[in-house]
């Protein structure tokens, strides 16, 4: 959810930190580059969405997909500690 669509649902009460671009970047780069390692081309959007399909998965099964995606998700987690979906 954007920021401003965020802060308009909650009104007033909302506590709004600055962002810390470093950081994020830093961790951005770190979840991509492991990313890479299993889907080597992406299209990346933004620092935390991108777009990608492994050539061993054009026209695959569901359950085929389904299984990648989670060894990819364990691998983001592992590597970084931080959870993708």
Same mark, same amino acid.
């Given at each position: 959810? !954007?920021?401003?669509?965020?802060? %308009?649902?909650?009104?007033? *009460?909302?506590?709004?930190?600055? !962002? &810390?671009?470093?950081?994020?970047?830093?961790? @951005? %780069? %770190?979840?991509?580059?492991?990313? &890479?390692?299993?889907?080597?081309?992406?299209?990346?959007?933004?620092?935390?969405?991108?777009?990608?399909? !492994?050539?061993?998965?054009?026209? *695959?099964?569901? !359950?085929?997909?389904?299984?990648?995606?989670?060894?990819? &998700?364990? &691998?983001?987690?592992?590597?970084?500690?931080?959870?993708? @979906?």
């Amino acid at each position: 959810m !954007p920021m401003h669509q965020a802060k %308009r649902l909650v009104g007033g *009460a909302a506590v709004v930190l600055p !962002p &810390r671009g470093v950081v994020y970047g830093l961790a @951005s %780069r %770190r979840v991509f580059e492991t990313v &890479r390692t299993m889907v080597a081309v992406l299209e990346q959007l933004s620092f935390d969405e991108a777009f990608g399909e !492994p050539p061993e998965l054009a026209g *695959a099964a569901e !359950p085929a997909v389904e299984a990648f995606c989670e060894q990819l &998700r364990a &691998r983001v987690l592992a590597e970084t500690g931080l959870v993708a @979906s």
